[in-house]
T-cell receptor
Framework: QKEVEQNSGPLSVPEGAIASLNCTYS??????FFWYRQYSGKSPELIMS????GDKEDGRFTAQLNKASQYVSLLIRDSQPSDSATYLC??????????FGKGTTLSVSS | GAVVSQHPSWVICKSGTSVKIECRSL??????MFWYRQFPKQSLMLMAT?????????EQGVEKDKFLINHASLTLSTLTVTSAHPEDSSFYIC??????????????FGEGSRLTVL
C-alpha cells in the first residue's frame, strides 16, 4: 500500500514567520513530488513540484526532497494570513495518479 | 485559465437517483483521467483511472457498478453516481496528466463537484 504521511496540524504561526510542513512517503519508486494548497471547498492548486534531491526555491516557497529518507518538506517564508489553508503533499511515478497525504492545516495569525 | 473543466460544480439530489459529473480537458487531449473523492476534513482518495476507449480501472473498495465511468473521447470523461445515497455525499474531483512542458507527473485538476444526497 503506497502511503503519504503528513501531520494534520493545525500548524499555527504568526504573520511573517516561517512555516515548515513535512511529509514522508512509502514508495521508493516515486519520481515526482508535489505540494498543493487547498482552500475549503475548492480544488487543490499546485504550489511546488520537485524531482531531485535538494532544495528548490520559488518566491517565498522552498521545497526540499531527500529520497534516501523518503522525506519532502515545504518552507513558507514571511507567512501571510492568505497562506492559511490546507497543504497537501502528493507523490507519483510519471503517468500515474497522485497519492495524497491527509494534508496539514496551516493557520497564519496577523 | 482552467485547463480541466468540471461540471456541475455542485448538485443536490434525492436518495436513489443518479447523478452525472462531466470532466473535460480544454485545448489538450487526455487519454487518461483520474477521479478522486474527498470527504470533509479528509484527503483526496483516488477512486478510479479513466482510460479513453477502454474500461476504467477502479481502486480497491470502489464499486464499479455504482460509480460508472465513461471516457468516450479524448477530451471527456464522465462519472455517474448511480442510485445515490447520503453516504455518497462528497467532493468529487477529476484530473488529467499534464502532457507538455517539463513537469512530469503533474496533474491538472478540475474545479470539483460537490454532491449532496438528501
Amino acid at each position: 500500500q503506497k502511503e503519504v504521511e503528513q501531520n494534520s496540524g493545525p500548524l499555527s504561526v504568526p504573520e511573517g514567520a516561517i512555516a515548515s510542513l513535512n511529509c514522508t512517503y512509502s514508495d521508493r519508486g516515486s519520481q515526482s513530488f508535489f505540494w498543493y494548497r487547498q482552500y475549503s471547498g475548492k480544488s487543490p492548486e499546485l504550489i511546488m513540484s520537485i524531482y531531485s534531491n535538494g532544495d528548490k526555491e520559488d518566491g517565498r516557497f522552498t521545497a526540499q526532497l531527500n529520497k534516501a529518507s523518503q522525506y519532502v518538506s515545504l518552507l513558507i517564508r514571511d507567512s501571510q494570513p492568505s497562506d492559511s489553508a490546507t497543504y497537501l503533499c502528493a507523490v507519483n511515478q510519471a503517468g500515474t495518479a497522485l497519492i495524497f497525504g491527509k494534508g496539514t492545516t496551516l493557520s497564519v495569525s496577523s | 485559465g482552467a485547463v480541466v473543466s468540471q461540471h456541475p460544480s455542485w448538485v443536490i439530489c434525492k436518495s436513489g437517483t443518479s447523478v452525472k459529473i462531466e470532466c473535460r480537458s480544454l485545448d489538450f487531449q487526455a487519454t487518461t483521467m483520474f477521479w478522486y473523492r474527498q470527504f470533509p476534513k479528509q484527503s483526496l482518495m483516488l477512486m478510479a483511472t479513466s482510460n479513453e476507449g477502454s474500461k476504467a480501472t477502479y481502486e480497491q473498495g470502489v464499486e464499479k457498478d455504482k460509480f460508472l465511468i465513461n471516457h468516450a473521447s479524448l477530451t471527456l470523461s464522465t462519472l455517474t453516481v448511480t442510485s445515490a445515497h447520503p453516504e455518497d455525499s462528497s467532493f468529487y474531483i477529476c484530473s488529467a496528466p499534464k502532457t507538455s512542458g517539463r513537469s512530469p507527473g503533474e496533474l491538472f485538476f478540475g474545479e470539483g463537484s460537490r454532491l449532496t444526497v438528501l
